[in-house]
């Protein structure tokens, strides 16, 4: 009964067929734009800085320095990304960061001379000082989860607490006097290549002087190896759990996802505390790789963060982001950081570059939106 | 046939005006009543006593024989009551598997359950044949709800309850803010419903609507039921003039109040 086909009104998803591939399109554009992105800033700087300076912008070296630069705004990135999924933001992370150096750096200050080992003592300190950390992520999930305080509001004042506490347990002043072996663990490499020579991990080859380290090529520093460990941990939760499924369910509808059953409050609790967590790893990574605390450590990586999160796809809106996307925007903001100083740019204009890049991410984020519905 | 929900004498005051006084009703397995009733009749507050918004002042609700009592809308969902709402209550970030498995979302087990992922073909594989049952066709599962058309979404949330087992849905203004051709394809979900013996409470002001899935209709007016009458022996004419209090069915001994005497609760039934 062929005829019948004909007489039945036309299947509605027809009518939706063009809308639809419409919305691909964008949604493609949006996922690929900022891969582009980034290598459009890599083309420019390395032409701009062969012109300007005639250095060669693109060497095993300075990639491997842009990496390094990328790791704390990578690891703030992550937990703002869960953050920011909820239809959150967290504001606290930056001092947090600075909470954990100062921390680390306090308890291996003191319990290296007691006569505990190097090892034992950093992993000790480290330990303890991202558990400290996540204190103050825990509370800040407290107060938007069950006291509904405005996210914004409380990890503001959560980040003057948190700075308060660092100054006042490191008297304002950076926390020197590290046991050794850290800034060898905090500025090292997995992998040292000596042509001819061979391969070694850890640590430079045996037998290699001062003069054979030009030969030499160090490969992946060891706190971009942590934060790779580190950043596949938490895209695995984000990306394949039940908990990383209920944070893009109470980003997106916040009721459904309350009526659905699921632990809306438990879930917001712990997105905050996971946010703090990594600033807390982010903050023990800093005080290796220059054997000290400060309470700024992490400061000025708070805006540069959340830029790298909306850079990768991520809206304040909430319900959208990915880590890729994050891993993506991290390393174009440290490209555009990392890029201007080969350039040699007066370092202030970073901060007028990576402003401008959050407000015009927002601003294409909207747009999309917009043409979206 | 046993009734699957039997609504006996249901009574709700707010205040001095009586939004609802002493309604019954069964619904049957596979049976789509319709429930209509100008603004401010009661229609909402009468379902939402059975989907358990609200709490009756007088009478009671039997489910599959079984008296229950609900606290919270909760409940009543936990029991097999479901509610598709005017806003779905669907995460328009996700997609269709997402969302039909919302908040019990199945996983596989790594390591003795250590590492728990989600099991995204299971549930994909279902979703697939839950929409199938109703006669549901999406683009893709993979589909942002976002993307779908508001007939699409609605029959994804109605796919959601069946597949968790609803023993019966409640439906308020299913098409309106539909397009046409969306508010068919929803009509007829309704009707796959009912052939799958799942009985449906729809109300709508659209009686055109009402009259092409209805079996039975009730109507309210000023909180009372005035009538209770099959579809087939009654006409939209008819069912107005029952609406605004012109005809009264004496057969059915209910003889609609003067006007001044009942009170208004228009405000209330939002």
Known sequence: ????????????????????????????????????????LLVFFTIASRALNDVQFLSPRSIQGILVFATQILLIGLGETYVII??????????IVGLAAVVAALIMKSLHPTGVPPLPTILIASLVAILVSAIPGLVNGFLVARVKVPPFIATLGMGGIVQGA????????????????????????????????????????EGAVAADLQQIIPLIPNVVAATIVVTIIFWFILAKTQF??????????????????????????WVYTISAILAGVAGVLWSARFTSGAYNAGESTLLTAIAAVVIGGASLFGGEGTVI????GSLIVATIQFGLVILGVVPFWQFVAVGVVVIVAVVVDQFGRTIGS | MEPVLRAKNLTKRFGGLVAVDDVSMDILPGQVMGLVGDNGAGKSTLIKMISGVYQPDAGEIFLENNNVTFSGPRDARDLGIET??????????????????????????????LIRTLNWPYMHEESASALDRLDIHVPSLMQQIRNLSGGQRQAVAI??????????????????????????????????????????????????????????????????KVAEVDAADTTPDEIVSLMVGAKAVHEMGVIPQPLENSG???????
Do not use: C
């Open chain 1, 1 to 40: 009964m062929t005829i019948e086909n004909n007489v039945n009104p036309p299947d509605i998803t027809d009518d939706q067929r063009p809308v639809r591939s419409q919305v691909e399109t964008l949604t493609l554009i949006r996922r690929v734009w900022p891969w582009v992105f980034l290598a459009l």
């Open chain 1, 86 to 95: 909820t239809g959150g933001i967290d504001l606290s992370v930056g001092f």
């Open chain 1, 166 to 205: 660092a100054l006042l347990l490191s008297g304002g002043y950076p926390v020197a006097e590290q046991p050794p072996y850290l800034g060898q663990l905090g500025n090292g490499y997995l992998i040292y290549y000596w042509p001819d020579h061979g391969i070694s991990f850890f640590g430079l080859p």
């Open chain 1, 244 to 269: 990383g499924q209920h944070v893009y369910a109470i980003g997106g509808n916040f009721e459904a996802a309350k009526r659905a059953g699921i632990p809306t409050q438990r879930s917001i609790i």
């Open chain 1, 325 to 328: 996307g994050t891993i993506v």
């Open chain 2, 84 to 113: 598709i709402y005017q806003d779905l209550a669907l995460a328009e970030n996700l997609d269709v598997s997402s969302n039909i498995f919302l908040g019990r979302e199945v996983k596989k087990r790594y390591l003795g359950g």
């Open chain 2, 159 to 224: 796919a959601r309850s069946v597949y968790w087992n609803a023993k019966m849905m409640i439906m308020d203004e299913p098409t309106a803010a539909l397009a046409v051709p969306e508010q068919r394809k929803v009509l007829s979900l309704v009707r796959t419903l009912r052939e799958q013996g799942v009985p449906v409470i729809i109300i709508s002001h659209n009686l055109q609507d009402v009259f092409a899935v209805a079996d039975r209709i009730t109507v309210l007016r000023r909180g009372r």
């Open chain 2, 264 to 270: 208004s609760t228009e405000d209330l039934d939002q």
